[in-house]
Every structure is written in structure tokens, then in C-alpha cells.
């Protein structure tokens, strides 16, 4: 980790074997220092909702805490999980979607969100409420749909995520 | 800003060959797993479901090989089953490069299945597959490549399965499977009713019209097929654009969309 120039932290799954991994593998700590130390950092999906500070899918844990905010459920009247693609909407300039087409569709499958309302939002989707699917702060940057998963507008944006970090090394 | 309704081809393998079945009876080669994967990854799709139907001890290992061949074409998500008994047989799928794991014989014969299946990989990749056939106003499960009769109830059986995990609902009509007689809009509404998961549609898709009224009369929100797409009577792009004139929202690969970079 130490040595790591760019973190991805995937992510499917439940919250709290998430953080119980991190744990056992006593990369918690450093996780923290190389967010700290300002290494980029994506995390896709689950790996998102980690870096709040708690979720409701795992009411006892502790997650990243990068972000102070909750996640939630998907409320029920809509279908959960929020499976399948959908689009996103902008509310701050946003480097990760930069060169993306407004009405893009990104692959969405979860059903706990972080709320819209995060500071670090910077596009939001809707399903039964309104969510953050893009979250880009100093070298944290998050999605909650998989853009591995999202065609070429996927691939563009992991392309985005490779391109606003700068460390030696990286093939052009 | 709107869920779209997604089109899924769907690759019956069997010792590596995509196959074209009637009825669940009789099989024709329709052509290279990796080869359609990377033409409907193309021609956009919205994701790719692959079922292995040779369902033997020994096919299994050529099936994950084939799921690592078509993952490798994908940007898309894909769905692998067939057979699948337990958690260790789905984390295998998984590994291969499938996102989700279908279960259909085995969650009926131990319904725990699911829930272990779910806990284990959460239910965004846990797709219930469920074959039936109308009996008077109901739908009945069958089980082991639709030959054999459950005595169960549909509704209650996705029901259930929902409460243990399951997803998504993979929901076939073997009375149209291979008929060419269109999805079954009736069941599809009826069991889209039923559960508070997204349920694709199979079995009978033989135009455009139908996969229109699967989503609008059928409530379906993703419906699936093989023989027309594989045959290539029918585009996916035609499709979508025909879906797009009839009011139902659907994803247009980026180099179709407006403000292209």
C-alpha cells in the first residue's frame, strides 16, 4: 500500500464484510494514511459507501469515514435492488464525467445509497430518492454505478479518473 | 433521467458452442460464445446472460472456461448459470467473470441455496431463474430443463425466494419458449406485481412488438432472448430505436447520443 500511486477500491458485496476485509488485512490504517498522505483514490459502488462513515446495511460498523454522512436504504416504494442503467444528474462540474454526453447511461446494482446531499457530489441519480452517483473531493473520487460495467461512457470515466491524477509511472 | 428498460441476448452453451433449443428439445449451433458476445458488447446490449444447458459433471469446467472467454469481450454486465448447486459452484461463476449467478433446480430442491448465495455475494448478484408453465390462472414452476413439475406456485415461489435474497427474477414461459409466440405479458405483469425486484422477461420473443408490449402491458423491466438476435433477423439497435418511438426508455451506446465528445 505503501508503495501504491492511485487506489481503486472495488466493491460488491456486503458493508460489512467490506470493512471486516479491510481490517483482517490491516489495511484500514493504511488506507487512511495514504488518503492523508494524498494518494488518488476510486472507489466504484460499494467501495463508495465505504467511504462514509457508517451504513444502514451494517448499523454496528465503521467505515471509512472519509465522508460524515449515513447510507441508506433504497426506499421501498421503488424496485430494489436499483438494478439496471440509468442516468445521472450534474450538480457541480465534474471531472470524472468530463467529455461524457449529458443523457449517458451508467450501470447501476446496489441497494443502499449516500445521500445526494454530500458536499462532495457532484452528480446525483434517482431512484425513489435522489443519491450521490459521483462524488469527487481533493484526491477522493467515488462512483456508485460500475464503470467497468458502463460500455464506453465506463471506460471514459475510469480514462477521466487515470488522467486527473498525475504520478510518474503511469502508461500513456 | 429515467431506469431504462434493458435488452439482454441470451448464449445457451453447451461444450463451448452457443445452441439454439426448441421447446427445450433438440439443439442447433448458432455460433461462437466470445464472437456474439463481442458483436451484441458492440451493438449494444445492456447485458449478456449465458446458461450452460450440457449441464454434466464434465461440462462444467468447459462452461467457466466459456464464461472467462465471453467476460473478456464484455464491458457489460453478465449473468452465468445452469446447474448450479451450491455456494461454491456460484463463487466459481463469479471468479470466471460473470457479476451474478443464476439459480433455478437446486434453489427449489433447497431454498437456503439463495439465502447463502445472497449473503455471501449480496443480492445484486444472486438472479432466481424460474420456468413455468400456465396451469388455468396460474403459473406452475418446473424444474430440470422444464421437464419436470414442481406443484408450486409461481407467485409464492418468487415470493419466497425473494425474501431469502434473490435479486432479480429470470422468468420463463415454456409455453412460448421457442414458439415464437411473444413473451407472456399476463405472467410477466403478474409476477412483476408480485415482488418488489426487477423481473426480466423470456421465452417467445419473435418481433419488435412484442418486446413493446412486454414492457408496457408485461411490466417487464428487462426482457430477454436468443434465437432472433443470434440470427440477426433482428438488430438491437433497430430494436432500441423501435422502443425509443413507442415511449419506452432505453440506452443508446454513446456514439449515438447527442453531444458525442
Known sequence: MDAARVIVLPGVGHFSAFVAGLRERKLTGALRDASRAGVPILGICLGLQVMFSRSEEAPGETGMGFFTEEVRALPTNVKSPHIGWNQVRRTRESRLLRGVPEDAYFYFAHSFAAPAETQATVAACDHGLAFAAVIEAGNLRAVQFHPEKSGDVGALVLRNFLNSVEFPGLPQ | ?261
Open chain 2, 1 to 261: 433521467m429515467t431506469l431504462a428498460r434493458r435488452i439482454i441476448p441470451c448464449l445457451d452453451v453447451d461444450a463451448g458452442r452457443v445452441v439454439k433449443g426448441i421447446e427445450f428439445e433438440g439443439l442447433r449451433d448458432m455460433g461462437d460464445p466470445a464472437e456474439l458476445a463481442a458483436r451484441y458488447n458492440r451493438e449494444g446490449a445492456d447485458e449478456l446472460v449465458m446458461l450452460d444447458i450440457s449441464a454434466s459433471h464434465q461440462g462444467r469446467s468447459t462452461f467457466l472456461d466459456t464464461i472467462r472467454r465471453v467476460a473478456e469481450q464484455l464491458n457489460l454486465p453478465l449473468t452465468a448459470g445452469g446447474g448450479i448447486r451450491t455456494m461454491e459452484e456460484g463463487r466459481a461463476v463469479l471468479r470466471a467473470g460473470a457479476d451474478k449467478v443464476t439459480v433455478n433446480t437446486a434453489a427449489v430442491e433447497r431454498p437456503e441455496l439463495i439465502s447463502e448465495l445472497a449473503q455471501q455475494f449480496g443480492s445484486q448478484a444472486v438472479v432466481l431463474s424460474v420456468d413455468v408453465k400456465r396451469k388455468g390462472n396460474s403459473w406452475e414452476p418446473y424444474v430440470r430443463g422444464g421437464r419436470e413439475a414442481t406443484g408450486m406456485d409461481a407467485a409464492a415461489w418468487v415470493t419466497e425466494a425473494v425474501q431469502r435474497g434473490a435479486g432479480e427474477i429470470l422468468l420463463t414461459s415454456i409455453d412460448r419458449d421457442g414458439t415464437c409466440s411473444g413473451f407472456d405479458c399476463e405472467l410477466t405483469a403478474r409476477i412483476a406485481a408480485t415482488v418488489s425486484v426487477p423481473v426480466i422477461a423470456s421465452g417467445g420473443a419473435n418481433g419488435f412488438q412484442d418486446f413493446l408490449e412486454v414492457f408496457t402491458r408485461g411490466c417487464a423491466d428487462a426482457a430477454l432472448a436468443a434465437s432472433i438476435f443470434h440470427n440477426a433477423t433482428h438488430s438491437i439497435p433497430d430494436l432500441k430505436q423501435f422502443l425509443a418511438e413507442g415511449g419506452v426508455p432505453v440506452r443508446r451506446p454513446m456514439s449515438s447520443s447527442k453531444g458525442t465528445p
